[in-house]
């Protein structure tokens, strides 16, 4: 028997504009929760010769950042000695994908991972940047020690852990070069992981976050050096939380730009004029997510 939309469903469906077999499809792998699929990102304790000691899929995936490697399914690369040495760090595919504009970022100077917990996102970026002045920074105490306890199990010497709100930070006077933005979010994906999401779809839920997500991007534009980048990521669907909140930023800030990811061509939003990017289910690489890159211009 064919279940009922719910009235959260069926929102979101509408403001993705997702209709027919799109739609059915989003939602059979939300209700599913089979759509996780791991990766791993070697850490600087691997030299640059190491290879992962399980199988892995070896299909051609031109966004993949450098020194990530997807498993074949079965395969649990926790489980091995070299997981718990901090040879590689474990994460699903689409936060890759999410890191996949720094492609065109050119190597910062200084970086701020603003929510960084418990780790993954910095962890891509030491796989891509020669070591360099970074700033893994989590608010929530507790997590802020498995980010602790993960940096030190993967050897990033040249990472500074803190734990300052985005707006202490926009006080601080400091000025980075490149900002990680992975927002806390209603986290819709996760059903598609299969994991319980209480109210993730329901419209207080997804107001409330897109209200907090606008507050960390200003505090966020406060600390961006003239020239600098801020990359934008979720793990939810809905565009309140995504494109709208990408919209409200370009609105507010005249100097700052939507920046082109030639790799990220195939995933790019038809939501909003200006370059956004959207991984679904149905892609076949994890969960899904959403990435934009805003571009503070250098005169500004
Ligand atoms: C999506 S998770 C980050 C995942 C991480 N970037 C990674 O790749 O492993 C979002 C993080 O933002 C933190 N957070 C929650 N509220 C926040 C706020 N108001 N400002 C900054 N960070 C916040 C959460 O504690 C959580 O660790």
Redesign the pocket.
Known sequence: MQQEITTGERRLCSRLGLEGASAEHLLAAMRAGESSRSAVVLSPRAAADYEPPFACCHEPVPWLPPRVYLPKPGVKPTAHPDYAAGMYYCLDVS?CWESAPLSVVPAPGRSL?????????TMLMAARYLPHNHTAN???PS?RGILKQNVEQCGLPHVTVCGL??DQWARSGELFDLL?V????SGQSLLAKGIRNPGCLSTSMVNGNAK?QKG?LLSAVQCTAPGGYILYST?TYDPEENEKVMAYILKRKPDWEAVEVPLLEGYRSHLVPFPAYRLLPEHGYGAGGFCCLLHRMPQS
């Open positions: 936060s991972d603003l929510c960084a917990a418990p780790g993954g996102k989590e608010v929530n997590r709100r985005p990680l992975d927002a806390p979010c907090r960390i793990c």
